[in-house]
């Protein structure tokens, strides 16, 4: 026969047992739910991306006669998954001092 120690312990671990199972289900439901999320990325067409940039660059520190000057960047973007892509940019920035120095500089990015 059971006593009554044996009952309140049988129950105890049932309890715990059906906690835990009920449990672990819903967290199941929570990573394919994410899972689902990733893949939802692609159906709102953002796989491919075009930046255009456009500001001002100066020099400033010691000079007083700095000028403003061009920056400029236009780049692409193709998303291979969530977490991969592929990227092409170009970059170009003049610096200039009133008739004492004039740079530019240019770069192409692949990443």
């Known amino acids: ?14 309890t715990v047992v059906c906690f835990n199972s009920g449990y672990s289900q819903e967290e199941n439901k929570k990573i394919d739910k994410s899972i689902n999320n990733k893949f939802a990325f692609f159906n709102n067409g953002g ?3 075009i930046d255009l940039v456009t500001g001002s660059a100066l020099l ?21 998954t969530s977490h991969l892509s592929i990227s092409f940019s170009y970059n170009k920035c003049n610096l200039a001092v009133e ?7 240019m770069s192409f990015d692949l990443n």
């Open 47 to 49: 796989s491919h991306t």
């Open 99 to 105: 008739e004492l120095y004039f740079e530019g500089f």
């Open 1 to 14: 026969m059971f006593t009554k120690s044996d009952a309140i312990l049988l129950s105890i671990v049932k």
């Open 60 to 80: 400033d520190g010691d000079y007083n006669d700095w000028e403003y000057e061009v920056h400029f960047r236009i780049g692409y973007k193709c998303h291979l």
